[in-house]
């Protein structure tokens, strides 16, 4: 399939009002500010987006209220999330009748699957569409890693196209680019290694603090697909610490805490996550004002 998905892919927060509502207006307003400064995609319903704590009805809402702010401008992916492969194709249906671009599958929700019933999973859902999925191949979170002759298998569906490659291990870009060269678009899918990621031959980072930073982020990619490593790493030496923060449990607490830090969203999440304690928010306030007070000016590595 034609899939030219490359770049910085935020995967979006969802904004909700004091009521546990969506907040539609704020999240369309995110999104928006994200593509104005140059992000390459966009990833809604992702687990940074809450997907499991939406209803349908919901994901639905968001979906066409996403496709709306995006347009054409860069593409619009979803994840895809559920507790059944039945109910995982019964949403592609919707996402596909949204208008969305493509897919990021995550393996059946609550039961841990084995390899053999993550590749079924993954078959089925691509069987029963025509948009190009991203398989979200997340064994610490998820339990189950689908290895290299587990991406074979999956190599004869046409429309499975493209890897989010999680397994915090950089060796698995290298044995996916040797077994498959260009079949599957490799995108890094865990913030704190993005860069050796890229520097690996991922073509695309699907990031949770890009949210806070989309410009910082967006110059990392450009300055590795550049071959321009040291003034990458002093930008993602600065990034780092912050970066740190995807890669722990309360990761979708910290990110939103860190938005509205930003002035960019807010911090408010549904049950059953809770609000940061007073420790782990001062925790993120050092970080992101360490941040702040030590932010590199992007006008001099020339990007523009």
Sequence with gaps: MNVNWQGVYPAVTTQFHDDDSINFKATAAMIDNLINEGVHGIIVLGT??????????????VLAMAKEV??????????????????AIEFVADAQAAGVDGLMVLPGMVYRSTERE??????????????????????????????IAGMHTLALEPNIVSVKEATEDTRRITEL??????????????????????????????????NVFPRESVAIYQLAQQGRYEE?????????????????PTLVQCIKYAEQLAGRGSERTRAPRLPLTTEQKAEVER??????ANRIDLSKYNLD
């Design 118 to 147: 993550a590749i079924d999973h993954y078959q089925r859902i691509a069987r029963s569409t025509q948009l190009p999925i991203m398989i979200y191949n997340n064994p610490v979170t998820y339990g189950v890693d689908v290895s």
């Design 177 to 210: 680019l040797s077994a498959f060269g260009e079949r599957f678009v490799v995108f890094g899918g865990v913030d704190d290694i993005a860069l050796e990621s890229l520097m690996l031959g991922a073509t695309g980072w699907i990031s949770g603090l890009t």
């Design 70 to 87: 995006v347009g054409a401008r860069v593409p619009l992916l979803t994840g895809v999330a559920e507790t059944t492969t039945q109910f």
């Design 48 to 61: 940074v987006g809450e997907n499991c704590s939406l209803r349908s009805e919901e994901k639905r809402q």
């Design 287 to 292: 970080l992101y004002n360490t941040a702040i």
């Design 232 to 248: 990458a790493r002093e930008l993602w030496q600065w990034f780092l610490p912050l970066l740190r923060l995807d890669t722990i």
